[in-house]
């Protein structure tokens, strides 16, 4: 019957169909996308420092150069990428009820990331460039890179993004679900023995702390390569040949494995709690809006 209907729709009723469901998703993604990057700013300032290898990198001055531009890229973002996410894997799921779930929400983070891929790049670069102090505000970068470069300057790097942000969503996604599913179901068979409803069936703060911390340490740590390149793709995308094939090589000829790995640790200490302060805020943002007496 509900197939039926959505048949009968026409695109833009089914669009406004797809947002009323997903609603509970886009708040709580845009509330914990905001948090998260205010939060962690002055960490990730530091490792772009060191990726860029410039003088005195943990200098306070400066932290929160770029932040401004950043939540105007990275919460759209958020809300694109974790809202489709969402939207993504309940379908997946749906359509292909035999195939292992850890597949489709490789899939779904996939969909999601490239999704919100076209908005946060202009945000990327802009805050990249105000953070290594090559210009003093994000309204001046942005004033700078338009003058100089044009439409296209706000896209350097983008298939550099690309080639971090999926990786890195893919292990992040999949390595949440997978860890959130195992507490669930050591949950429901507490529950199951004690007599207790299901009804309630949810992850604390810190059991959603606890899965945040594994995808966000185990997500961060692998990408970190792609990470650098992206970096430097984006800031100096001239000197590294301009594609992601061939700032590899450059880092690889003239600073090898250990240039791959710098900032590797900056970036952990960044990215594990951001995740951490990420899904506690989602998590908790969509259990109370799906709270019918709120």
Request: with cysteine; hydrophobic share 40%.
């Amino acid at each position: 019957d509900s197939i039926s209907k959505e048949k009968g729709q026409g695109p833009l009723q089914m669009f406004v169909n797809t947002v009323k469901e997903s609603r509970r998703h886009l708040v709580a993604a845009a509330a914990a996308r905001s948090v998260s990057i205010f939060v962690m700013f002055p960490i990730d300032t530091i490792k772009t420092r060191i990726q860029m290898e410039l003088p005195n990198p943990f200098r306070l001055e400066g932290s929160f150069n770029g932040v401004g531009g950043s939540l105007i890229g990275q919460v759209p973002y958020g809300v694109l990428t974790f809202g489709s996410y969402e939207l993504y894997k309940k379908t997946f799921l749906n359509k292909f009820p035999n195939t292992k779930p850890v597949l489709l929400y490789a899939l779904a983070a996939i969909c999601g990331d490239v999704t919100g891929s076209g908005w946060v790049c202009p945000s990327e670069v802009v805050k990249q460039k105000t953070q290594a102090g090559m210009y003093a505000s994000t309204g001046d970068a942005i004033r700078s890179i338009w003058a100089s470069k044009g439409f296209g300057g706000f896209y350097e790097g983008y298939f550099g993004g690309l080639a971090r942000d999926i990786p890195f969503r893919v292990a992040q996604l999949t390595s949440y679900e997978v860890a959130k599913n195992f507490y669930l179901r050591i949950k429901k068979k507490n529950y199951a023995k004690n007599n207790m409803e299901e009804a309630d069936l949810t992850l604390s703060p810190i059991e959603t702390a606890t899965c945040g911390a594994i995808a966000g340490t185990f997500s961060a740590g692998i990408t970190a390569p792609l990470d650098r390149i992206k970096t430097l793709l984006m800031t100096d995308s001239a000197a590294y040949g301009g594609s992601v094939a061939s700032c590899l090589s450059k880092i690889w000829k003239e600073e090898g494995v250990a240039g791959l790995c710098q900032g590797l640790v900056p970036r952990v200490t960044y990215i594990a709690p951001s995740v951490v302060v990420f899904f506690i805020v989602y998590e908790q943002v969509q259990q109370r809006l799906a709270d019918p007496a709120i």
